[in-house]
C-alpha cells in the first residue's frame, strides 16, 4: 500500500480515486447502477481503489484528525450527520468508536496504521529540517536600525578624538583612498584598548566615515550579543552573516546557504566593503572561521580571506573571554584546524592607551590598570575596601543604582529582593505565566505536558520568560524589538506605570489573560507595551511551539556579561566569591565612570590579586602582537 504525505490536505474529489492503484489493466466491465432509497444513483466500481486521505496531526490539529477518522469509518448519508449532538469531532468519534470498533474489524488495524504513519511523517519532517538547515533567526534579536550622524554631530565627534583614536581615523581613510584608487590591499586589522578608550566612539566615527567615503552604505556592524548590538546600532554577528549560532554561544554545523536565501545575502551584501565587529574577545576562533567562509561564499570569493571584504575587530582580550563551550578564545587556533591559515595572524594591531570613561578620576584609572594586567597592588586594594557598600541610601538605595553580579541566580535573586521590599511596602506583585502550545507537532504529542517540552532556556524562547512578577513600578528590561523608530528595543530599560489587564481581569486567572503594560522608558517616553507571540523549536523535535508573554525581564540587576560596553554613573558591583571567569572583576568595576559612582558588594581578595588576576593566554598574545608591530 502506498501512502502520500500532503503538507496540505488536497481537496478530494473525484480524482482523488485513484482508479489505477490496482489491477489497472484487467479487462473493464460496465459499472453498476444502483438506486438508493432517495431515488438517487449510486454506481458500483469493478475494481477497488485507493482512497486518498489527507493525514493529520492529531496533537496540532485534532478537529480535522478526528473528522478524517469521522469521515472514513462512519456511515453516513450526508456529512451535516457526522457530528451527530456532539460540538467536535473528537467527542463524535471518541463517542462512536466503541461501537465502530464492533462493525469495522480493521478500525484497529487503521488507527494502529495512523500512529505509525504519523511517526514516520515525523521521522520524514525531522530530516527535511536537517537538510534546510538554514540559521534560525530569532525575533528579539532583531538588527537595530543605524541613523548617520548629521553633519553637525559628525564634526564635533571628529574634533573631540584624542591622538590615538585620529590616527586610527586617518590610518582607515587613507586605505579607503587607495582601495577607491584601484588598491588590492584589504584591511585586517584589530582594535584594542584598555576599557573605556574609547574603542565603541571610534568605531561609531569610522562607520560614519566609511559610509561617507564611498557615498553608500559600505560597511555592517555586528557585535556577539545583541545587548552589545544594540550598543553599536549593529546586529548580532550570527545574523549579519546567518551563522547557526545558539543563543547560548553553542556552535552547530554550518551548511553552505543556497538558493534564495544566498540569493537575498548577496544583495544584502552588494555594497558591502567593510565589516565591523565589536567585542571581538568573546568570539571564538571557530566563529571566525565561519565568518570567513560565509564572507567568501556571499562575495563569491572563494579564494580570498573573508571573501576579500575589509575586517575592523574591536575589543579587549583582557575582558571577557568566549563562553567555554562556543569555542577556544579567537586568538587560539585549535590543533584539529591545524595546519590551515591562521586567521587570527592575519590581522594587525591598533592600540589606544589613553582611558576617556573614568577621565579625571586617575586613581580610579590606575587602579583599573593595575587589575587588567593581574598587577593589583594592595594600596589599590584598600581603595576598594573603602567603595564597600554600607548604607544603601540615596543612589545606593535597593532599587536604584543598577546592581552588577556575575551569575544569573544573583541577578534573579536581587529582583526578587525588590520586589519583596515592595510586596512589603503595600504594593500589589502579579504573577504572570505565559501561555504556551504546541502549533505545530512533527510526533503525537496527545498525552504530554506542554511544558515538559518547552526549552527552560530564555534564549530558547525567543527571550521571553515562562514567568514574570511584575509590579507597578517595577524596573524592567525589553527583550524584544518592538519599535525601533520609538526606542523600543532589545535591551531598552524602563518603569511600570501601569498593567492594564485583558476582558476587566483585574489578575491572570487563565494563560490568555496575559496583561499589556505601559512603561516609562524615560526620554524615550511612556508606550503601551503589549504581550508578545514567538515561535520556537519544542524540545525532543516535538515540532513548532508558540509562547505568548509580555517581552520583559526585570532589571534592578545586571551580569555582567550583559553590561559589556556600557557605561554607568553609579553601579553596586560584586566583586565576591562567585566570580567565574578572568577578566570578570575587571569588567564589571570599569563600566563606572568614578570611584564616587561606585559602591562594592563583597570583596574577595583572591579573585583581584590571587594566582589568576587575568587572563594570561589573552596578555601573552597582546605582547605577541605588540612585539610584531
Ligand atoms: N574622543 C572622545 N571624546 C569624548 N568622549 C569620548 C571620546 N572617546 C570616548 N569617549 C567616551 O568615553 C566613554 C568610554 O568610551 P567607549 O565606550 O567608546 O570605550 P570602550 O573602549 O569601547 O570601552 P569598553 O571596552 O569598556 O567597551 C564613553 O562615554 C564615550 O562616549
Redesign the pocket.
Known amino acids: 500500500m502506498a501512502y502520500n504525505h500532503y503538507t496540505k490536505p488536497p481537496v478530494i474529489n473525484e480524482e482523488s480515486i485513484d482508479t489505477d492503484a490496482y489491477a489497472p489493466h484487467e479487462q473493464t466491465t460496465r459499472r453498476r447502477l444502483i438506486t438508493l432509497t432517495d431515488n438517487t444513483k449510486m454506481t458500483i466500481r469493478n475494481t477497488p481503489a485507493v482512497v486518498r486521505v489527507p493525514n493529520f496531526v492529531a496533537a496540532s490539529d485534532p478537529e480535522s484528525y478526528y473528522y478524517s477518522l469521522l469521515i472514513q469509518y462512519m456511515p453516513y448519508r450526508n456529512e451535516t450527520e457526522l457530528l451527530g449532538e456532539f460540538n467536535s469531532a473528537r467527542d463524535a468519534f471518541l463517542a462512536n468508536e466503541e461501537s465502530l470498533r464492533q462493525t469495522n474489524a480493521y478500525l484497529e488495524i487503521y488507527r494502529e496504521r495512523d500512529r505509525q504513519l504519523e511517526n514516520t511523517f515525523a521521522q520524514v519532517h525531522a530530516f527535511q529540517i536537517l537538510e534546510h538547515a538554514e540559521p534560525m533567526e530569532l525575533d528579539h534579536e532583531e538588527e537595530v536600525p543605524y541613523l548617520p550622524m548629521n553633519e553637525d554631530q559628525f564634526l564635533q565627534?571628529k574634533q573631540?578624538?584624542?591622538a590615538g583614536?585620529k590616527e586610527i581615523f586617518t590610518l582607515v581613510t587613507q586605505s579607503i583612498q587607495n582601495q577607491m584608487s584601484g588598491a588590492e590591499e584589504r584591511l585586517k586589522i584589530f582594535f584594542t584598548?584598555?576599557?573605556?578608550?574609547?574603542?565603541?566612539?571610534?568605531l561609531k566615527l569610522i562607520r560614519d566615515q566609511i559610509n561617507r567615503c564611498y557615498a553608500k552604505d559600505a560597511v555592517k556592524v555586528c557585535s556577539l550579543t545583541g545587548v552589545a548590538a544594540r550598543l553599536i546600532n549593529g546586529a548580532t554577528i550570527h545574523c549579519t552573516l546567518k551563522l547557526p549560532v545558539q543563543k547560548d554561544g553553542r556552535i552547530t554545523g554550518m551548511s553552505p546557504l543556497s538558493g534564495n536565501y544566498l540569493r537575498i545575502m548577496r544583495q544584502q551584501w552588494h555594497q558591502t566593503e567593510f565589516l565591523i565587529v565589536d567585542?571581538i574577545s568573546m568570539v571564538s576562533y571557530q566563529m571566525l572561521c565561519m565568518m570567513d567562509a560565509r564572507l567568501r561564499q556571499i562575495k563569491n570569493c572563494e579564494n580570498e580571506f573573508f571573501g576579500g571584504v575589509n575586517i575592523l575587530l574591536?575589543?579587549?582580550l583582557l575582558?571577557l573571554p568566549p563562553i567555554k563551550r562556543s569555542g577556544t578564545p579567537v586568538f587560539k587556533q585549535p590543533e584539529h584546524l591545524q595546519p590551515a591559515t591562521h586567521l587570527w595572524r592575519l590581522f594587525t594591531l591598533c592600540e589606544?592607551t589613553v582611558n576617556?570613561?573614568q577621565q579625571g578620576d586617575q586613581t580610579f584609572i590606575d587602579i583599573l590598570n593595575a587589575l587588567r594586567v593581574g598587577e593589583l597592588t594592595t594600596q589599590h586594594f584598600s581603595i576598594l575596601m573603602g567603595r564597600l557598600l554600607q548604607d544603601t541610601s540615596d543612589e545606593f538605595a535597593i532599587d536604584k543604582a543598577l546592581r552588577v553580579y556575575p551569575t544569573n541566580q544573583q541577578v534573579n535573586d536581587h529582583n526578587s529582593a525588590v520586589l519583596n521590599l515592595y510586596r512589603n511596602n503595600g504594593a500589589r506583585i502579579y504573577k504572570i505565566k505565559a501561555q504556551d502550545q504546541l502549533v505545530h507537532a512533527t510526533r503525537n504529542a496527545d498525552n504530554v505536558d506542554i511544558a515538559t517540552i518547552i526549552p527552560a532556556d530564555i534564549n530558547k524562547t525567543g527571550g521571553l520568560p515562562a514567568e514574570l512578577e511584575i509590579s507597578v513600578g517595577a524596573k524592567v528590561m525589553l527583550r524584544s524589538n518592538i519599535d525601533v523608530s520609538k526606542g523600543l528595543v532589545n535591551g531598552a530599560i524602563g518603569y511600570i506605570n501601569e498593567i492594564v489587564w485583558p476582558q476587566f481581569r483585574r489578575t491572570q486567572m487563565y494563560a490568555t489573560d496575559v496583561p499589556s503594560v505601559r512603561i516609562d522608558f524615560a526620554r524615550d517616553g511612556v508606550h503601551l507595551i503589549h504581550p508578545k507571540a514567538i515561535q520556537f523549536p519544542a524540545k525532543y523535535n516535538y515540532g513548532t511551539a508558540e509562547r505568548r508573554m509580555l517581552p520583559l525581564i526585570l532589571s534592578w540587576a545586571s551580569t555582567i556579561h550583559k553590561m559589556?560596553?556600557s557605561?554607568v554613573d553609579h553601579a553596586v558591583v560584586y566583586l565576591g566569591a562567585k566570580l567565574f571567569e578572568e577578566g570578570q572583576a575587571y569588567m564589571a568595576l570599569?563600566?563606572v565612570r568614578s570611584l564616587q559612582g561606585l559602591r562594592i558588594e563583597k570583596l574577595d581578595c583572591d579573585k583581584l590579586t590571587g594566582k589568576k588576576p587575568c587572563n594570561n593566554e589573552a596578555l601573552n598574545e597582546l605582547n605577541r602582537m605588540r612585539n610584531k608591530n
Open positions: 565627534a573631540s578624538m584624542n583614536q584598548g584598555g576599557a573605556g578608550v574609547g574603542k565603541t566612539f571610534l567585542e574591536f575589543g579587549d575582558q589606544l576617556m570613561r559589556q560596553g557605561t570599569s563600566r
